[in-house]
Nanobody, 122 residues
Framework: QVQLVDSGGGLVQAGGSLRLSCVASGRTFSFLNMGWFRQAPGKEREFVAAINWAGDLTRYTDSVKGRFTISRDNAKNTVYLQMNSLKPEDTAIYYC???????????????WGQGTQVTVSS
């Protein structure tokens, strides 16, 4: 099982930017497909973005396309989520996760970070 530690959240004004990081250990990172999910208060956890093991394929939920970018550095065992043009509706706890490429279901991701809070003020 892979261990994930995510960080980088904070409080930002609408229109601002944040970069989330997730460091993995316990398995060969370069073999792992990675994703980011988020969960707002009172809502279910939802898919945000994913990147395949090689870093040449990415997917995004429609609401973040053009604003968020997922990337990875296999030499640092780290996956990133660059978030630009943030909106109040992006406020949530963000989780990195390791799972099956092509799926957006929470159940398809076996390992999870502890979460990092992102709050966007209007």
């Amino acid at each position: 099982q892979v261990q994930l530690v995510d960080s980088g959240g904070g409080l930002v004004q609408a229109g601002g930017s944040l970069r989330l990081s997730c460091v993995a250990s316990g398995r060969t990172f370069s073999f792992l497909n990675m994703g980011w999910f988020r969960q707002a208060p009172g809502k279910e956890r939802e898919f945000v973005a994913a990147i395949n093991w090689a870093g040449d394929l990415t997917r995004y939920t429609d609401s973040v396309k053009g604003r968020f970018t997922i990337s990875r550095d296999n030499a640092k065992n780290t996956v990133y989520l660059q978030m630009n043009s943030l909106k109040p509706e992006d406020t949530a706890i963000y989780y990195c996760a390791q799972g099956r490429w092509g799926s957006r279901d929470v159940a398809a991701f076996a390992s999870w970070g502890q979460g990092t809070q992102v709050t966007v003020s209007s």
